[in-house]
């Protein structure tokens, strides 16, 4: 019984470990891709000489990585107001603890110019995945990523 379990487990575990995606889950938040919409969902695939975006099995978008001129990053981070007074119902005590915490969304930018065509994109990803993303978009195009929130804009 426990070799059969044994056998089974060296089977079952490598096919599970291949099987894996290797895609970035990140929510599309804007930029020059016609026919998708803002808060859309999409599968990223950071490849040796391209990024890939996929929706439901097809690409959406294929950005050569030469082609990469700028990688930015940035945050969102407000307070969870709605969600404390909903809690605040209930338990005074719990919404008035909710009020104190903070959410933080992650934005990674990309711009691109691929001879004529031009474009960009945000992109918001996973608070586990971001620093991911940003490595292997440095990797592959061997440009730095921009603080977008440590920028000033002046007019």
Same mark, same amino acid.
């Given at each position: 019984?426990?070799?059969?379990?044994?056998?089974?487990?060296?089977?079952?575990?490598?096919?599970?470990?291949?099987?894996?995606?290797?895609?970035?889950?990140?929510?599309?938040?804007?930029?020059? /891709? $016609?026919?998708?919409?803002? +808060?859309? @969902?999409?599968? *990223?695939?950071?490849?040796?000489?391209?990024?890939? !975006?996929?929706?439901?099995?097809?690409?959406?978008?294929?950005?050569?990585?030469?082609?990469?001129?700028?990688?930015?990053?940035?945050?969102?981070?407000?307070?969870?107001?709605?969600?404390?007074?909903? /809690? $605040?119902?209930?338990?005074? +005590?719990? @919404?008035?603890? *909710?009020?104190?915490?903070?959410?933080?969304?992650? !934005?990674?930018?990309?711009?691109?110019?691929?001879?004529?065509?031009?474009?960009?994109?945000?992109?918001?990803?996973?608070?586990?995945?971001?620093?991911?993303?940003?490595a292997g978009l440095?990797?592959?195009?061997?440009?730095?990523?921009?603080?977008?929130?440590?920028?000033?804009?002046?007019?």
């Amino acid at each position: 019984m426990k070799r059969a379990i044994a056998t089974l487990l060296c089977v079952v575990l490598p096919v599970v470990v291949l099987a894996n995606d290797n895609a970035y889950h990140v929510i599309y938040d804007g930029g020059s /891709l $016609a026919e998708t919409k803002s +808060g859309t @969902g999409l599968k *990223m695939y950071i490849d040796a000489n391209q990024v890939r !975006f996929m929706r439901d099995g097809k690409i959406v978008a294929t950005v050569p990585a030469p082609a990469i001129t700028e990688i930015s990053y940035g945050q969102d981070v407000h307070r969870r107001v709605g969600t404390a007074i909903g /809690l $605040a119902v209930v338990s005074l +005590g719990i @919404g008035a603890l *909710m009020a104190l915490s903070k959410s933080k969304k992650h !934005f990674v930018g990309i711009t691109w110019a691929d001879g004529d065509q031009k474009g960009g994109l945000a992109i918001q990803c996973d608070k586990n995945e971001y620093r991911g993303v940003l490595a292997g978009l440095e990797g592959i195009t061997g440009k730095k990523a921009v603080n977008s929130d440590a920028m000033t804009v002046k007019n």
